[in-house]
């Protein structure tokens, strides 16, 4: 595959002088070129500028992002918070009225608890959590259920905390005895211990596993391990952790409360503010589109659908508003279909000349730079080892699924201008290095020759 790709990188240095139809037999000479989508285009006319298969219908992965969040952040604003907020009402009740805030910590719930206290807040009648800002859909369509264990595809919905994962902490015990497992901060977790110390070992060699012979929350600790290991992994149930860590807010201040929470919708009247946690929509847009965050993506484009429709959070709003603001575009969306707002599912399907429609259109609008700074530049987030070459000049978002790689966003060639891309790679063959490498030599040339 390298001499493949030395022979690649040798006939586009030509790219500026032959005609498209030598560039498409040079990228099939790769791989298949049906497995292959790329679209370039000027960002001041629109022209194109060179193309392959730009209307076959390919995975996106998390290019999606630039799409979503583009216009999540167009209907939230640019001056949106996240804000958690709790309440008191006349009768002694606490209401605690969620907004499914990505960033929400323990430490937050806390300092909650902690404001209460010094407001004189000590036994409280009841205590109601208003978690009505989002339905009850807690992961993507077409995400893979094999995935449960995954700690980039946490769930994710009202009940968002911690980033949605625990923390397994290992420690091995004496030579070829069981470690210790233990569940940091507590979660009802069962780990069938089958791991066995062995102090001999360079590294350790552990698995965790769903066991779905048992009951929900059994999983299967395998192999061998030498030293302490700490493995993260999402949260089973997300209003259930929630809880527990309300729990310890609460008894951390000394709060007599011992009632459990009931659901509830804010009263509109007779409650008054207690304090409230806020984060800001900048900071959840570097996380998507600079570190590829689903949990805030997901998040993201849902609250941006509940604003839109003015009614509880639901991916079908999300859609919804999505088609809206591609709308105001005239950006036509019959060759695509999305249907999450990270780019997960392998169930998203999109063309390239689709992207760069969309891409140029984005650059028109009046904030474009501002967004722009939120998509990496060489060195940053998903970029952080990648396409250093380009330096300054480029601004892009990867996208990696299995048997999926992609790259989407806006390079400055040598001559000063400037080009909205696009290049999908659907193809199980081709190692996820050797794509990325192709990616990196296409735009290579668009930089050096256009």
């Not at 560039?23 to 070129?33: A, D, E, G, P, Q």
């Not at 300092?111 to 208003?130: C, G, R, V």
């Not at 689903?294 to 609250?303: D, G, P, Q, R, S």
Request: one cysteine or more; charged letters at 25%; aromatic letters at 10%.
């Amino acid at each position: 595959m390298r001499k493949i790709i030395s022979l690649f990188v040798a006939l586009f240095l030509t790219l500026s002088s032959v005609q498209a139809e030598n560039v498409t037999k040079t990228i099939s000479s790769l791989i298949n070129k049906d497995a292959v989508s790329v679209s370039v285009k000027d960002v001041s006319t629109g022209k194109e500028v060179y193309s392959l298969n730009k209307k076959s219908p390919m995975i996106p992965a998390s290019t999606l992002k630039l799409v979503t969040s583009s216009a999540s952040l167009n209907t939230l604003g640019a001056d949106y918070e996240f804000s958690t907020k709790l309440y008191k009402s006349v009768n002694n009740d606490l209401y605690l009225k969620l907004c499914a805030d990505p960033f929400l910590t323990s430490s937050d719930l806390k300092q909650l608890m902690s404001d209460a206290k010094d407001k004189n807040i000590f036994e409280p009648k009841n205590f109601y959590i208003d978690s009505s800002i989002f339905d009850n859909v807690e992961w993507g369509e077409g995400w893979q259920w094999d995935d449960e264990m995954n700690p980039l595809m946490p769930k994710f919905g009202a009940y968002n905390l911690d980033g949605n994962l625990i923390k397994i902490e290992i420690t091995p015990g004496m030579q070829n005895m069981p470690p210790s497992i233990l569940v940091k901060p507590f979660y009802p977790l069962t780990f069938m211990n089958l791991i066995t110390t062995d102090i001999t070992l360079d590294k350790n060699n552990i698995s965790i596993v769903k066991d779905t012979n048992f009951s929900q929350n059994v999983y299967d600790a395998k192999g061998e391990i030498a030293k302490l290991e700490n493995i993260k992994m999402p949260v089973p149930n997300l209003q259930r952790y929630f809880k527990l860590r309300l729990d310890d807010a609460i008894r951390g201040q000394k709060i007599e409360y011992y009632k459990g929470y009931q659901s509830a919708v804010l009263p509109t009247k007779n409650v008054y503010l207690v304090s409230s946690i806020t984060h800001e929509i900048s900071d959840a847009m570097n996380s998507i589109l600079k570190t590829s965050n689903n949990l805030i993506a997901e998040t993201v484009f849902k609250l941006a659908g509940a604003k839109w429709a003015e009614e509880k959070g639901s991916i079908a709003n999300s859609l919804e508003m999505l088609k809206f603001y591609l709308g105001t575009m005239d950006i036509p969306t019959d060759d695509i279909k999305i249907v999450d707002g990270s780019g997960v599912s392998k169930n998203n399907i999109m063309t390239s000349d689709f992207m760069t429609d969309f891409l140029v259109a984005i650059s028109k609008k009046d904030n474009f730079e501002d967004f722009k700074e939120y998509i990496p530049a060489p060195g940053e987030g998903t970029l952080k080892n990648r396409m250093l070459y380009f330096k300054n000049n480029l601004r892009a978002k990867t996208g990696t699924l299995s048997d999926t790689s992609a790259i989407a966003g806006y390079i400055t060639s040598r001559k000063g201008n400037t080009y909205a891309f696009d290049i999908m790679i659907n193809d199980a063959k081709t190692s996820s290095s050797d794509k990325k490498n192709i990616e990196e030599q296409i735009l290579r040339q668009i930089y050096a020759n256009y």
